[in-house]
T-cell receptor
């Protein structure tokens, strides 16, 4: 069975500081990895995804993530955050084969950016 | 391109009442998902449709929850009777096929008193 662990439930940072949101997964098969962002009272928006190829994935709003197979990690980073990045961030995994296509989500990390 | 639409956005009911949620996926998307997101947790899949057929409903509490996707477009999720622990946000998502990116609607926030 697949699972996702987001290692930090809350991450407070100051504006323009760098941030890293950590995500580890477990799976016995190849996986696809995703990061979604959820603003208050809104649905989930895809930030970036890793399907194959380069392990460094760039997404929207200046975010990037690195797939590390040996560490089974997919940490999300941004070199300089803005107040508007305050939101809930979810890491998700999906089986790389056709057998299972539902997303398995972590519990989320609340990113709070203050001035 | 219009996104995934859901209604209502908010619903408050008393326990043992019934409730229904509606989802209209992105045009042309064959796969539709319903997720339940309890406060403080990530979304959990309830049911997945491919066109009008069910692909996965293993985590759907079938004694009280039901869902349908008539004609392979819109979908309705129903809870009857509701319990306090059903308080959550119900998210609908759609994708072109089973292997492509899922796009989420704004969700329906259900409060059961």
């Amino acid at each position: 069975a697949q699972s996702v662990t987001q290692l930090d439930s809350q991450v407070p940072v100051f504006e323009e500081a760098p941030v890293e949101l950590r995500c580890n997964y477990s799976s016995s098969v190849s996986v696809y990895l995703f990061w979604y962002v959820q603003y208050p009272n809104q649905g989930l928006q895809l930030l970036l995804k890793y399907l194959s190829g380069s392990t460094l994935v760039k997404g929207i709003n200046g975010f990037e993530a690195e797939f590390n197979k040996s560490q089974t990690s997919f940490h999300l980073r941004k070199p300089s955050v803005h107040i508007s990045d305050t939101a809930e961030y979810f890491c998700a995994v999906r089986s790389g084969n056709q057998a299972g296509t539902a997303l398995i989500f972590g519990k989320g990390t609340t990113l709070s950016v203050s001035s | 391109e219009a996104g995934v639409a859901q209604s209502p956005r908010y619903k408050i009911i008393e326990k043992r009442q019934s409730v229904a949620f509606w989802c209209n996926p992105i045009s042309g998307h064959a796969t539709l998902y319903w997720y339940q997101q309890i406060l403080g947790q990530g979304p959990k899949l309830l049911i997945q449709f491919q066109n009008n057929g069910v692909v996965d409903d293993s985590q759907l509490p079938k004694d009280r929850f039901s869902a349908e996707r008539l004609k392979g477009v819109d979908s309705t999720l129903k809870i009857q009777p509701a319990k306090l622990e059903d308080s959550a946000v119900y998210l609908c998502a759609s994708s072109l096929s089973q292997s492509t990116t899922q796009y989420f609607g704004p969700g329906t926030r259900l409060t059961v008193l």
